[in-house]
């Protein structure tokens, strides 16, 4: 028998998200003002956080929040946004609360559960989606049943939720959570217990157990019957038993058959999108060759050195090259896979786009509008069409404008009618992509869907270059130019485009051309 199709939210393949970094985007006006209830201010004083506009730091606290984010909401709608990915929100000891302690509480300095609740209302009263971080392969070592273990030792009835050293289990010494500068080793070690890269403060989850899977898949239960619309999981790669993820996906999708599940997986992993654990990848490949081309050669590769991954997959691609590594993406998944894939060109763990491409403006819009036109599941870093700048971690995570006019509001134009575009034709969100030509720094791609077709045409170069390309049959009639914002874009000539012939296009430096059938 042929193996059953494999299923992706329907609702993902239109979808447009805005990543946001919780304590980075907004503190509302209902947790600074005065004479606020504790369960809303979690008892904090304003004047302890950060100046939101210094410099991000490791460790310290801008005090966003849940509430600001929905009071913001009519904003993201108005730039196109239809999805958001939160960062995780559980609370925890760190800013970006990736040190769980309770994963069946949002942090109060993000407003406690009563903020999730309006943030989830209100957006899915404007039909925006809201998917979490889910962060399963490890917590902070404030975890409740960690902080068990830590003062009882073998005598805890949860040692078996963690990899405990031998030793701890035989009771010959406790644990270590708090060595001296530069004291554990990878994995087991004077710790007593085995941590996420050797981080003390990281103590990894032992899935195989049978009562920390059973409460790990009753908090993704939990925050789905909750009202999210999905999960993002952080590292799942590195939850070594084979079963845990397929159990996970069966059981979410038995909550919400819809349910949208992406692993944070940097490399092209296509046994992972089988069907049987995730609906997409965050897209890093994509991201990565759209920079690479959108660029015209000029990265900042100092920052690019400075970053793991970016320093082996982050390189200058001229049109060929882009039109390879995109036809290869492009067929390395299930169709149903690609049409859901996160596609994004930065994120809380790498540099800001625009301090990628040198603050070059101009070729950010490109990288943007080829992310907004290709197949797959956008996602806009927050501040990106902003134009905010950052180098890596901490400083990609800067707050964003209290008053977003501040930023630049011609990109942010830009990008919201590329956005409407691609909600207007559905070319531009569903179905394949072909390319067409590629020579110099000169693309041409064509879109197709139900029926509807379009062709892009872009010269991500400094020059004015030309391409030249043949229109596939049938006869192309009643064709139209997208206009956008703060682009002089070419113009193609409707009598040119009837039948399957060769056009030679003149293209400015750093433009694109869409052309859409009627």
Known sequence: MPPDPIDTPEWARDAVFYQIFADRFARSATMERAGKTPERSAGVDPATFEDWDAPPTQHGFKGGDLYGIAERLPELAELGINALYLTPIFASASNHRYHAFDYMAVDPLLGGDAALRELLDKAHARGIRVILDGVFNHAGRGFWPFHHVVENGAQSPYRDWFLLD???????RGLNPYPDRGGPTLHLGPLGYRAWWGMPALPKLNVADRGMRGYIMGVAEHWLRFGIDGWRLDVPAEIEDPTFWPEFRQRCRAIDPQAYLVGEIWDEAPEWLLGDRFDALMNYP???????????????????????TYRRTLGPLDARGFARRLEHLMNLYDPAITAV???????????????????DRAAARVAMLLQLILPGAPCIYYGDELAMEGGNDPDCRRAY????????????????????????????????????????????????????????????????????????????RRITALDLPGWDAPSIDPQAAEGRRRLTLALPAQRALIVLED
Do not use: Y
């Open 341 to 359: 894939q996160f596609n994004l060109l930065g994120s809380h763990d790498a540099p800001r786009l625009l301090t990628l491409l040198r603050r």
């Open 166 to 172: 031998p030793e701890v289990l035989t009771g010959e």
């Open 401 to 476: 404008p209290v008053d977003p006019s501040t930023g630049d509001t011609e990109l942010r134009s830009f990008v919201a009618a590329a956005i409407a575009a691609r909600k207007a034709n559905v070319a531009l969100r569903r179905g394949t992509v072909r390319v067409l030509a590629a020579e110099g720094h000169c693309l041409a791609l064509l879109r197709e869907a139900d029926g509807a077709r379009a062709l892009v045409m872009v010269n991500a170069g400094t020059t004015s270059e030309s391409i030249t390309f043949e229109l596939p049959a049938p006869s192309w």
């Open 286 to 308: 994509l991201g990565v060759a759209i920079i690479g081309f959108a660029s015209a050669g000029r990265l900042d590769t100092a920052v690019i050195e400075q970053h793991g």
